[in-house]
């Protein structure tokens, strides 16, 4: 059973780079049935797709973010990850890590999330 | 982008009661495959969403049949037979079938 983990700083400071990663255990990240992504809620809010990445390393971008968004994967730890540049204060929110069925095109598990605070 | 729009923004709901969610969006969600690309997930408080239905009427493993999804192109509902206090929290409507994916606000669920 797959689970996801997110992992990296809690605080930025505004103009520098979000990073997390995604671990994932009990389920190989090598499956052409599969995309690994991002999503994330802003405190009080409602849910914002960023992105999602094939192992192979295909992406697709919310186009909202696209330009600021580099999403990457390492199939030889089992992870991916989000780079999210030039943030700001509205980038504030918990980011979600989850699995996305490219067919069926649900998200399923999500990782617990984990808040990132902008703020200087 | 696809507008996801859900009504109503909360219910308040006595638990053995149905409770029904709409969602509505703004392009037709079905698929060339010939399904309906809409999901249901669950927030419940101070936890991930979870996946509650996909493809529009298709139940996720371990969810109870007491919920229920159903409609096709725009108009899509949620259904929860006999609300339980288990089943608070939000509830999101998701569209897979457009680039950008897209939720719609939520519909807060709280139990009388």
């Known amino acids: 059973q797959a689970q996801l983990q997110e992992s990296g700083p809690g605080r930025v400071k505004p103009s520098d780079t979000l990073s997390l990663t995604c671990g994932v255990s009990g389920y190989s990240i090598i499956d052409e049935d599969y995309w690994w992504g991002w999503v994330r809620q802003p405190p009080g809010k409602g849910l914002e797709w960023i992105a999602y990445?094939?192992?192979?390393?295909?992406?697709y971008y919310n186009p909202s973010l696209k330009s600021r968004v580099t999403m990457s994967v390492d199939t030889s730890k089992n992870q991916f990850s989000l780079k999210l540049n030039s943030v700001t204060a509205i980038d504030t929110a918990v980011y979600f890590c989850?699995?996305?069925?490219?067919?069926?095109?649900?998200?399923?598990?999500w990782g617990q999330g984990t808040l990132v605070t902008v703020s200087s | 982008d696809i507008v996801m729009t859900q009504s109503p923004l909360s219910l308040s709901v006595t638990p053995g009661e149905p409770a029904s969610i709409s969602c509505r969006s703004s392009?037709?969600?079905?698929?060339?495959?010939?399904?309906?690309?809409l999901d249901w997930y669950l927030q419940k408080p101070g936890q991930s969403p979870q996946l509650l239905i996909y493809?529009?009427?298709s139940r996720a493993s371990g969810v109870p049949d007491r919920f229920s999804g159903s409609g096709s192109g725009t108009d899509f509902t949620l259904k929860i037979n006999r609300v339980e206090a288990d089943d608070v929290g939000v509830y999101y409507c998701m569209q897979g079938v457009q680039i950008p994916v897209t939720f719609g606000g939520g519909t807060k669920v709280e139990i009388k």
């Open positions: 990445i094939y192992y192979g390393g295909d992406t």
């Open positions: 392009q037709s969600l079905l698929h060339s495959d010939g399904y309906n690309h």
């Open positions: 493809l529009g009427s």
């Open positions: 989850a699995r996305y069925h490219g067919v069926r095109g649900w998200f399923d598990p």
